[in-house]
């Protein structure tokens, strides 16, 4: 398929968006930022260039100052706190996870509250109080307790469900990870996109776009590359910061995925994680 086969699907989505007077919102989360790197700097860069606000989830245990010194020169660009070192406690066989039921409940907590008093020390203004679980994964019975460590969001990938607090979940990745391990293919992406703009018409959730800068490919780049093309030519277009989605968030929502726990709570989403 040519440049304009694959994208005009969302042309001509956006283009009655901009007849009805109803705008298409997006966000844009990226995961396990630690240090400034090249590919950093190209995500920076890019989406500085479309005016497009990041939401970088950063590992706590592993960043420090570098970062800092970067990300004053991105002013576009927010911090979450992407759990604490990134590091997995299921046992083999079982899915990765590092905020799970596989340690007590009350080590897991200080080290999320250790990584929210990191990062925020850090980045100051610039960082958010939302949460990022690792591999997009979380016990369900560790929400409830976010609010009292002082999160007052967080972000899994896929639809959300009630709770206690706001949940800005990430809806469309646009990484292969159980098969290329590389970009998607770009019109797939194009129609999960529209699907999930079609879905927000209708009361759902803004269009959540996940990315992972480390390990992009040149697909991954230039995917990026048109979609803020073509989200930057019409009017019908908002990027949302996330602080604006986090605070017109009404009630909460708890995580779209879960793992299956002795508390009996399970998963209803397909996996999205690396």
Not at 67 to 77: I, M, N, T
Request: glycine share 8%; aromatic share 6%; hydrophobic share 40%.
């Amino acid at each position: 398929m040519t440049f304009g086969q694959i994208w005009q699907p969302l042309v001509e989505e956006l283009a009655s968006r901009q007849r009805a007077d109803r705008k298409a919102e997006f966000w844009l989360r990226d995961d396990d930022a630690v240090d400034p790197t090249p590919a950093l700097d190209r995500l920076l860069d890019l989406t500085g260039e479309f005016a497009v606000p990041v939401t970088l989830a950063v590992i706590p245990a592993l960043t420090d100052e570098k970062l800092v010194v970067r990300l004053d020169e991105a002013p576009h660009a927010t911090v979450a706190i992407h759990g604490w070192a990134h590091r997995n406690h299921a046992p083999e066989g079982q899915k990765k996870q590092e905020l799970g039921a596989h340690r007590p409940r009350e080590a897991v907590l200080d080290d999320l509250a250790r990584g929210l008093a990191h990062v925020t020390g850090l980045h100051g203004a610039r960082a958010v109080p939302m949460l990022v679980p690792p591999w997009n994964r979380i016990d369900a019975g560790l929400v409830s307790d976010l609010g009292s460590i002082g999160f007052s969001a967080l972000s899994v990938y896929g639809p959300p469900t009630p709770a206690s607090l706001a949940v800005i979940n990430s809806n469309v990745d646009i990484m292969d990870w159980h098969g290329t391990r590389g970009c998607r293919d770009h019109g797939l992406l194009v129609q999960a996109i529209i699907a999930q703009l079609q879905h927000a018409f209708d009361g759902g959730e803004p269009v959540g776009l996940l990315t992972h800068h480390l390990v992009h490919d040149e697909s991954a780049w230039l995917f990026l590359e048109r979609l803020f093309t073509v989200t930057a030519k019409t009017e019908a277009c908002a990027w949302l910061p996330i602080r604006t989605l986090i605070g017109r968030s009404a009630g909460g929502t708890i995580p779209g995925k879960c793992e299956r726990f002795p508390s009996g709570i399970a998963s209803r989403q397909r996996d999205r994680g690396k």
